[in-house]
């Protein structure tokens, strides 16, 4: 079993940024892969960014491309996300998730098995 715990999130204006961190605990997160998603209200949840635990490779939605980064902490069972020049409609929960590396389909379909709570962020014009 995999716990996750998002915090970070909170309310910046246009042009701002904040740091995401993920807080995991139980098993080992060796062959996972550990994606952010965002929901919006109204709209259906998004991919944002995702990092293979071991090997550190990240991907990233075109939208966010230039401007988000995903790293991890293996040491702190950490995975964090900057977010630079936030923008408005970037308003959205932002969630934590995770998945055996060798399983997923893509990093961006998933099937994701592990989910946090969300943690709110909200980008004021």
């Known amino acids: 079993q995999v716990q996750l715990v998002e915090s970070g999130g909170g309310l910046v204006q246009a042009g701002g940024s904040l740091r995401l961190s993920c807080a995991a605990s139980?098993?080992?997160?060796?062959?996972?892969?550990m994606g952010w998603f965002r929901q919006a209200p109204g709209k259906e949840r998004e991919f944002v960014a995702a990092?293979?635990?071991?090997?550190?490779?990240?991907h990233y939605a075109d939208s966010v491309k230039g401007r988000f980064t995903i790293s991890r902490d293996n040491a702190k069972n950490t995975v964090y996300l900057q977010m630079n020049s936030l923008k408005p409609e970037e308003t959205a929960v932002y969630y934590c998730?995770?998945?055996?590396?060798?399983?997923?389909?893509?990093?961006?379909?998933?099937?994701?098995?592990?989910w946090g709570q969300g943690t709110q962020v909200t980008v004021s014009s």
């Open positions: 998730a995770a998945t055996n590396a060798l399983a997923i389909k893509s990093v961006r379909v998933g099937p994701y098995d592990y």
């Open positions: 139980g098993r080992t997160f060796s062959m996972y892969v």
């Open positions: 990092i293979t635990w071991s090997g550190g490779s990240t």
